[in-house]
Structures are given as structure tokens and as C-alpha cells.
């Protein structure tokens, strides 16, 4: 291990840096036809998840899996946050993705651009209250835009192993929506964390699991969805583990 891990950090710290360069060709290459076109903006967007698929695999030896019947109609989308790298695999499965993201993304060179582009709604998650409501007006005024809206309901990344709430915003747009929900689990955080350069070999999942149908009250709906998250999460880790 301790001839293997140095080169693969190495591979790692290669990987993150050609990754920001991909985006940067990616981002500079699509930048007049997004702007006259958004269908273009997603376009790059999935460009992008792509070759970050690629180029992990053969840097980092780390393969990816989108598991389950991934969903084709406007949907909500509410999914377990361990890392970048289940944005990549979320938004590269979907047909047109757009995220409830935190504010200072958009200030974020080419990516903030392009989120807003693609129809991402920003939340300023210390107004509590106050970000709610913005939030659910800012879906609302952006529903003309078709697609699956992506929401993380404990509302930022959660290490492996780490219990933390999921909050109600979600719930408020299952029912301003009318749609139904996709709860989505993952185990990617064991091998691309949180924080840090070491990207470990393996196969980082992603998995869509049964829609939860609309017309369950917040209790119930919360209750089923963290139920679902959880259980589907701790068996792709478990299974990881084994």
C-alpha cells in the first residue's frame, strides 16, 4: 500500500488538473452556441461529464455505474450528496439537468455560467426562511424550462458514514411541483471525497431508484424519501465494503 498509494495520488492530482482544463476547452468551445442556443449549454455540460468518466477511469482506475431505470420525463430528482462526482454522473444520465445549487456557484468561472444557462436555480442556504421562498419563486418562474430538477435535501455533501437532516425544502417542491419524486442513492464519497486530492480505484455507483408517486403529505413524503436514500446508500457502501 504504501508503494501503491504515492502514484496513485500522483495519478490523482493529474486527473483533478486536466479535468479544469477539459473544462475550460469545453467551456470556451460551446460558449457562442450555448449563448445563442441553451440546448448547446447542456450539450457542453454533458461533454463534460463525460470525458471526466473517461479520463477517471483511465487515470484513476476508478470506474462509474448509473444503476436503475433513469428517469426520461420532468420529474424531481432528490439525491444523496458525497462529492463532485455524483453531479457528474446524475446530470450525464439524465436528458436535460438542472440543480438547486448554492449561491456562490454562480460566481464560479464557466461553471457558474453555464449552470444558470442550463436553468440551475441558486438557493443562499444561511437565510433559511428567506432562501425557501426565493427558491420556490425561482422554480416556479423557471418551470417553462423543461427538464428534471436535481435537489439535494440534506443540502450539501455527506461523508460516508455521516448522519446529517434532511431538510423540508424539499418536500415544498414535491407539492409546488405536482410531479413525482426519484430519490437517488450513491456510495461515490468511499472513493472521490469530500475534501482532498487521492481519487481510489474501484466502481462508484449511482443508483435511481422508485419514484415516490405525488400526493403524500411533507411528513410522510420526507419519511419515505430519507428512508429510501439512506437504505439504498448503506447497501451500495456495504457492497463496496465486501
Given at each position: 500500500?504504501r ?5 496513485q495520488?500522483?495519478l ?6 486536466q479535468?479544469y ?15 445563442l442556443?441553451?440546448?448547446?449549454a ?16 483511465a487515470?484513476?482506475?476508478l ?18 450528496h ?17 440543480f438547486?445549487?448554492?449561491?456562490e456557484?454562480v ?20 437565510k433559511?426562511?428567506?432562501?425557501i ?49 426519484v ?14 486530492i ?9 443508483e435511481?431508484?422508485?419514484a ?10 420526507m419519511?419515505?424519501?430519507?428512508s ?10 456495504a457492497?463496496?465494503?465486501?
Amino acid at each position: 500500500m504504501r508503494q501503491i498509494l504515492p502514484l496513485q495520488w500522483l495519478l490523482s492530482l493529474i486527473f483533478i488538473v486536466q479535468m479544469y482544463l477539459a473544462m475550460l476547452v469545453i467551456g470556451v468551445v460551446f460558449l457562442i452556441p450555448a449563448l445563442l442556443d441553451r440546448r448547446h449549454a447542456h450539450t457542453a455540460c454533458r461533454s463534460f461529464c463525460a470525458w471526466v468518466r473517461l479520463s477517471l477511469g483511465a487515470l484513476c482506475g476508478l470506474r462509474t455505474e448509473v444503476r436503475g431505470t433513469v428517469p426520461q420525463t420532468e420529474v424531481l430528482i432528490a439525491a444523496k450528496h458525497q462529492s463532485f462526482l455524483d453531479i457528474i454522473l446524475i446530470f450525464g444520465a439524465v436528458p436535460r439537468g438542472k440543480f438547486i445549487m448554492k449561491k456562490e456557484l454562480v460566481w464560479a468561472p464557466i461553471l457558474g455560467w453555464y449552470a444558470m444557462r442550463i436553468g440551475c436555480v441558486p438557493v443562499d442556504r444561511g437565510k433559511r426562511g428567506a432562501a425557501i421562498t426565493r427558491m420556490m419563486a425561482d422554480v416556479k418562474s423557471g418551470a417553462s424550462l423543461p427538464g428534471q430538477l436535481i435537489i439535494y435535501p440534506q443540502g450539501t455533501r455527506v461523508a460516508p458514514g455521516v448522519k446529517a437532516p434532511y431538510k423540508v425544502g424539499t418536500a415544498l417542491l414535491y407539492q409546488q411541483l405536482g410531479q413525482d419524486c426519484v430519490p437517488v442513492a450513491t456510495n461515490v464519497g468511499l472513493f472521490w471525497p469530500k475534501r482532498g486530492i487521492l481519487r481510489r480505484p474501484g466502481n462508484a455507483v449511482v443508483e435511481f431508484l422508485p419514484a415516490i408517486a405525488h400526493g403524500l403529505d411533507n411528513a410522510a413524503f420526507m419519511q419515505r424519501l430519507e428512508s429510501a436514500v439512506e437504505t439504498a446508500s448503506d447497501r451500495l457502501m456495504a457492497e463496496t465494503a465486501r
